[in-house]
């Protein structure tokens, strides 16, 4: 993985800490082109990396990777699955019915209605492999080296200590989709143990990270300590702590921290992409 990484909470309008500004971003994003010249910046500053879920308006942006090949034959795009809202606004609209018509595979909607609970509850692993495929279609012929699974997911999985079904979506990724699996939560320390518990060694981990110890569920200091002693390929998501942490403090904090292989940021301006991308260099030059 690249050192740095791009998001893209400010395109769909998420920001932890004004709704007024999650207004503007939603106006400022509402076309796709809006989105590209953002994306371009980053490129730009030197960020080849788009870490982003599969919300319904990435398959635009891909469709504009995929038809400007030269432009963009170094982009990687990492997804992270299953967009929630996506979901639960299908289901608002469609009913649970119609949803599952919309996103999942008919000979498993057949099968579904035929079985019902049983058929869910005897191959849950099947229909788990089908929803990641049906979610993947979208980043055809695009570089998609590590595919993420969402911390609603993740950390639903950890509290019902259901470890096998992660380590069942780190196998298939990697058989499936020639990639490797990533795992997004908000309990880190608890999420290497039980990895590692699964037999899985030195994953990859995207978690919130910060000076302020924003969204550390335990706290700064386990975090801090895990890094230290456990294997891990960790991206640091959140590291201004939704906006409480000046970014150069933020920043310098982060890059002192071991085990640290990425760090995710997303910002709305060249301005902004350049200024905390400078800071981790800078940071970087210091170790």
Do not use: W
């Given at each position: 993985?690249?050192r740095?990484?791009?998001?893209?909470?400010?395109?769909?309008?998420?920001?932890h800490?004004?709704?007024?500004k999650s207004?503007?971003?939603?106006i400022?994003?509402k076309d796709?082109s809006?989105?590209m010249?953002?994306?371009?910046d980053a490129i730009a500053?030197?960020i080849?990396?788009?870490?982003?879920?599969t919300?319904?308006?990435?398959?635009?942006?891909?469709?504009?990777v995929?038809?400007?090949?030269?432009?963009y034959?170094d982009?990687?795009?990492?997804?992270?699955?299953?967009y929630a809202?996506?979901y639960?606004?299908?289901?608002t609209e469609?009913?649970?019915?119609?949803?599952?018509?919309?996103?999942v595979?008919?000979n498993?909607f057949g099968?579904l209605?035929?079985g019902g609970?049983a058929?869910?509850?005897k191959?849950f692993?099947?229909?788990?492999e089908?929803?990641?495929d049906?979610?993947?279609k979208?980043?055809?012929d695009?570089?998609?080296p590590v595919?993420?699974?969402?911390n609603?997911?993740?950390?639903?999985l950890?509290?019902?200590r259901?470890?096998?079904?992660l380590?069942a979506?780190?196998?298939?990724?990697q058989k499936?989709?020639?990639?490797?699996?990533g795992?997004?939560?908000?309990n880190?320390?608890?999420l290497?143990?039980?990895?590692q518990e699964?037999?899985i060694?030195n994953?990859?981990?995207?978690a919130?990270i910060?000076?302020?110890?924003?969204?550390m569920?335990g706290?700064?200091e386990?975090?801090?300590?895990?890094l230290?002693n456990k294997?891990?390929?960790?991206?640091a998501?959140q590291?201004l702590?939704g906006g409480?942490?000046?970014?150069?403090?933020a920043i310098?904090?982060i890059?002192?921290?071991p085990n640290?292989?990425?760090?995710?940021f997303g910002?709305?301006?060249k301005?902004n992409i350049?200024?905390?991308?400078?800071y981790?260099h800078?940071?970087?030059?210091?170790?």
């Amino acid at each position: 993985m690249e050192r740095i990484l791009f998001g893209d909470n400010q395109f769909f309008a998420v920001n932890h800490i004004s709704d007024d500004k999650s207004r503007a971003q939603s106006i400022k994003f509402k076309d796709d082109s809006a989105i590209m010249k953002v994306l371009d910046d980053a490129i730009a500053s030197g960020i080849n990396t788009f870490m982003c879920t599969t919300h319904d308006r990435i398959a635009n942006i891909c469709d504009i990777v995929r038809a400007n090949p030269e432009k963009y034959k170094d982009f990687k795009i990492l997804p992270c699955m299953p967009y929630a809202h996506k979901y639960a606004n299908a289901v608002t609209e469609l009913g649970i019915a119609g949803t599952l018509k919309q996103y999942v595979p008919g000979n498993f909607f057949g099968s579904l209605f035929k079985g019902g609970m049983a058929y869910i509850t005897k191959d849950f692993e099947s229909i788990m492999e089908l929803m990641i495929d049906a979610e993947m279609k979208m980043f055809k012929d695009i570089n998609t080296p590590v595919i993420f699974l969402q911390n609603v997911i993740t950390d639903l999985l950890l509290g019902l200590r259901a470890t096998d079904i992660l380590v069942a979506f780190h196998h298939y990724i990697q058989k499936k989709h020639n990639a490797e699996a990533g795992f997004i939560t908000m309990n880190m320390p608890k999420l290497i143990s039980a990895l590692q518990e699964g037999g899985i060694e030195n994953p990859i981990i995207c978690a919130s990270i910060n000076k302020a110890g924003f969204r550390m569920s335990g706290g700064k200091e386990i975090y801090e300590e895990t890094l230290r002693n456990k294997k891990v390929r960790m991206i640091a998501m959140q590291v201004l702590g939704g906006g409480a942490i000046h970014p150069k403090e933020a920043i310098e904090y982060i890059c002192k921290l071991p085990n640290i292989e990425s760090i995710l940021f997303g910002a709305s301006s060249k301005i902004n992409i350049e200024s905390t991308t400078n800071y981790i260099h800078q940071f970087d030059g210091k170790k």
